[in-house]
């Protein structure tokens, strides 16, 4: 059984930074693409960024491209999310996700989440 556990959440003020780790269990965590997805109030849940099991490719939502950046340290069995220029329409909660196949981009795509962690962007 595998199990996600995100931290590094909470309160900033717009333009400020954040990074969220997502420490993973099991001894194949380096085989798997890793992503993270967020949901705001009242709204679906959302891709944000992946990032292929060897780093080699990654791939984000347009909302976040330059201001976000996934990273992964394999020995550690973590994936990272560094958040830039944070904006009020960042706040959400966010979730890591391990990829089973499909489309980067889906949640159908991904088999094990964690619980997630809040982040709150003020203006």
């Known amino acids: 059984q595998v199990q996600l556990v995100e931290s590094g959440g909470g309160l900033v003020q717009a333009g400020g930074s954040l990074r969220l780790s997502c420490a993973a269990s099991?001894?194949?965590?380096?085989?798997?693409?890793m992503g993270w997805f967020r949901q705001a109030p009242g709204k679906e849940r959302e891709f944000v960024a992946a990032?292929?099991?060897?780093?080699?490719?990654?791939y984000y939502a347009d909302s976040v491209k330059g201001r976000f950046t996934i990273s992964r340290d394999n020995p550690k069995n973590t994936v990272y999310l560094q958040m830039n220029s944070l904006k009020p329409e960042d706040t959400a909660v966010y979730y890591c996700?391990?990829?089973?196949?499909?489309?980067?981009?889906?949640?159908?795509?991904?088999?094990?989440w964690g619980q997630g962690t809040q982040v709150t962007v003020s203006s």
């Open positions: 099991g001894r194949t965590f380096s085989r798997y693409d």
């Open positions: 996700a391990r990829r089973a196949g499909g489309p980067y981009d889906l949640e159908s795509g991904y088999d094990y």
């Open positions: 990032r292929t099991w060897n780093g080699g490719s990654t």
